[in-house]
């Protein structure tokens, strides 16, 4: 195993893996035909939201996270098909 596969994360790092992992969960319960602008929505989301804060800022990410959770519900409403970036 290399050293990157036996690293263990921190709480931090697990909860927005957790999250990051539910929202594109989440995105493959849309209709077929939006779920590609879905996936892009989530991983842009989480792709800006990166450049924007420094890696270390604990309570920068820790409110993000709670964020995060808020849209993730949002997400999993049945009643929004379509998202555009």
């Known amino acids: 195993m290399s050293a990157a596969a036996t690293r263990r994360l921190s709480g931090l790092q697990r ?3 957790h999250l990051y992992r539910a929202s594109l969960r989440a995105a493959r319960t849309k209709p077929a035909e939006y779920r590609a602008n879905w996936t892009t929505f ?6 800006k939201t990166m450049d924007m804060h420094a890696v ?5 990410i820790e409110h993000l996270v709670r964020v995060g959770r808020r849209r993730l519900e949002t997400l999993r409403n049945p009643a929004i098909k379509n998202v555009h970036t």
């Open 42 to 47: 989530v991983q842009h989301e989480f792709r």
């Open 56 to 60: 270390r800022d604990a309570h920068a």
């Open 15 to 17: 909860d927005v893996l």
